[in-house]
């Protein structure tokens, strides 16, 4: 492990909001001089995706700001995301901010696609893939997703797909990081790049015996986005016991800054009744450290 986690989450559950029983994941992105964050909260067993501030890097601290209502709700009775809007996923083009999501309602999991020229006000464009817990890179003028779909094995594994216009996308048939043996063995979800240049590094979660509650954060990297260096072992894993993230950990969203890779990342911990309480989380790590590993 070589990732060191801040001691308190920086987004926790808030009575009142549309996060009141949970923070479910984050997606970032450099907006307008700022970071805007994208949480997803919980709020009457529902998720929808709201939209927080730094006024300089993320680095730790809690948000500046965060604005009172959610910018994405979920759809209409009998659209794809009617239960829920979660895991976004953002890419700044020109002035525009793409937001992909995980789509959930009656049928398959899918993601949707909203769109803002502002950051705030997002329309929606629709279901662009099934699958869930995207993630989008805007590399070189291409649009590459990464996003997961059921393995043989009864959990996770990672596919990808790349289009010119960000709605339409050619899919690859295989999927680019799959469930090995060890600790990450049974299943491989939520990933999230981060451009470094000569290599693209993608974090991921994983787990040996459950689908969705993973035990630990693993990195791959590649140059081209199609073959894939993997380190074996794990860079994340959960906390002690009654840590914010002491159960399970997901979305690790990277930046870098100051010579420091940054994870904000959700942590879950059950409570006295089973269900799990989630927060955002940061730990940090030399990016000097990351490109040791390979």
């Not at 001089?33 to 501030?53: A, H, L, P, R």
């Not at 680019?176 to 974090?203: H, K, M, N, S």
């Not at 074996?232 to 100051?258: I, M, N, Q, R």
Request: net charge negative.
């Amino acid at each position: 492990m070589i990732f060191n986690r801040s001691q308190q989450p920086i987004l926790v559950a808030k009575e009142n909001t549309f996060y009141s029983e949970g923070v479910t994941g984050l997606g970032i992105v450099p907006y307008q001089s700022k970071w805007f964050g994208y949480i997803c909260g919980m709020s009457n067993g529902s998720e929808t995706i709201g939209v927080c501030q730094w006024e300089s890097y993320p680095d730790g601290s809690a948000p500046d700001s965060i604005h009172s209502n959610p910018v994405l709700l979920g759809g209409s009775p009998g659209d794809f995301d009617e239960l829920h809007v979660c895991d976004p996923a953002l890419a700044k083009v020109g002035n525009a901010v793409y937001m992909y999501y995980s789509g959930l309602g009656k049928g398959l999991d899918s993601i949707g696609l909203a769109t803002s020229q502002n950051g705030i006000d997002f329309t929606k464009k629709g279901l662009v893939l099934t699958g869930r817990a995207p993630d989008i890179l805007f590399k070189n003028g291409s649009f590459h997703i990464f996003y997961v779909l059921d393995n043989a094995k009864g959990g996770y594994d990672v596919f990808s797909a790349v289009s010119d216009d960000g709605i339409h996308f050619k899919k690859i048939e295989q999927p680019v990081i799959a469930a090995q043996d060890g600790w990450d063995g049974f299943t491989v979800t939520t990933p999230r790049l981060i451009d470094c240049g000569e290599y693209v590094y993608c974090f991921y979660c994983g787990g040996s015996d459950s689908k969705d509650i993973p035990s630990g954060v693993g990195v791959c990297r590649s140059k081209d986005l199609i073959s894939w260096d993997r380190y074996s072992g794990k860079v994340l894993e959960c906390g002690s016991a009654g840590s914010p993230d002491a159960d399970a950990v997901w979305l690790p969203t990277a930046f870098v800054h100051d010579g420091h890779v940054h994870l904000l990342y959700e942590g879950g911990c059950l409570n006295s009744r089973g269900v799990y309480l989630s927060s955002i989380c940061h730990a940090a790590a030399p990016l000097t450290e990351l490109a040791a590993l390979f």
